[in-house]
């Protein structure tokens, strides 16, 4: 059974950096469409960043773009969002999603079926 962690979120000012993490076990992370989604508290999940299967591609919600940074260490299994110039609206839960071929980095898709971890909390403060 494939089991997702995040971590690093935090209590940070705006402008200031956090990078997260998602450590995968159970699977090949290579294999597996994985990315990054958020919900702010009343608002509905969105997607933030993903890779697609084989690093074929990367996406990023515009909101992110040139903010936000997505990588992955197959060897370590982990993906990274490394989030710069973060601003109060990037307030949210953080949830890592991992899936083989239910989704393939469709940003648009609040909800794929997928592995997903708990989340790590992630507060700007203006």
């Known amino acids: 059974q494939a089991q997702v962690e995040e971590s690093g979120g935090g209590l940070v000012q705006a402008g200031g950096s956090l990078r997260l993490s998602c450590t995968v076990s159970?699977?090949?992370?290579?294999?597996?469409?994985i990315g990054w989604l958020r919900q702010a508290p009343g608002k509905e999940r969105e997607g933030v960043s993903c890779?697609?299967?084989?690093?074929?591609?990367?996406v990023y919600a515009d909101s992110v773009k040139d903010r936000f940074t997505i990588s992955r260490d197959n060897a370590l299994n982990t993906l990274y969002l490394q989030m710069n110039n973060l601003k109060p609206e990037d307030t949210a839960m953080y949830y890592c999603a991992a899936a083989l071929y239910t989704w393939n980095c469709d940003l648009g898709e609040a909800n794929p079926a997928a592995y997903w971890g708990q989340g790590t909390q992630v507060t700007v403060s203006s």
């Open positions: 890779i697609a299967r084989r690093g074929r591609s990367t």
């Open positions: 159970g699977l090949m992370l290579d294999d597996y469409a």
